[in-house]
């Protein structure tokens, strides 16, 4: 008989995506397929949203709304010039890029990452250059 380790057997703890592996999928799965219902497996309900001065939560719906709002806008492709993390936190320095409209934006995003679900994100205001 061969033992079971709790490494490889039926009671193995879960394994859980990084940070960094979470944030890839927010932007890959969300904003570049629009799979916006996503939202639900890798966000915390509520999640709540850091800006300079101000603080919110946002629950699944409002979340989903948020994005379905500004999707069909521009359309943006992000492009991660700085994807970094460690076993809590992701930081992502981006440029977006409008694939229907004319526009552009880039900022930088600090999320918290709990049993791989986005539960906090601090946001910089938004500059209408690419960093370089």
């Known amino acids: 008989m ?4 709790p490494a490889t057997g039926p ?3 879960p394994r859980t995506a990084s940070p960094v592996a979470v944030v890839r999928r927010y932007l890959d799965e969300i ?3 629009g799979l ?4 639900r497996e890798i966000c915390a309900d509520p999640v709540v949203r850091h800006d300079p001065g101000s603080i919110r939560t946002l629950t699944h719906r409002e979340q989903m ?3 379905r709002a500004d999707l069909p806008q ?3 492709w992000f492009e991660a010039a700085v994807l970094a993390g460690d076993d809590t936190h992701a930081v992502l ?13 880039s900022g930088i995003e600090v999320f918290r990452v709990v049993d791989g679900r986005i539960t906090d994100v601090w946001n910089t205001p ?3 250059e690419h960093w370089t």
């Open 2 to 5: 061969t033992p079971v380790t």
């Open 93 to 105: 320095v981006w440029n977006a890029t409008g694939r229907t409209a004319e526009r552009t934006l």
């Open 126 to 128: 938004y500059s209408t």
């Open 74 to 76: 521009w359309n943006p």
């Open 36 to 39: 916006v219902d996503v939202v």
């Open 31 to 33: 904003y570049h397929e």
């Open 65 to 67: 709304d948020r994005i």
């Open 11 to 13: 009671t193995a703890p």
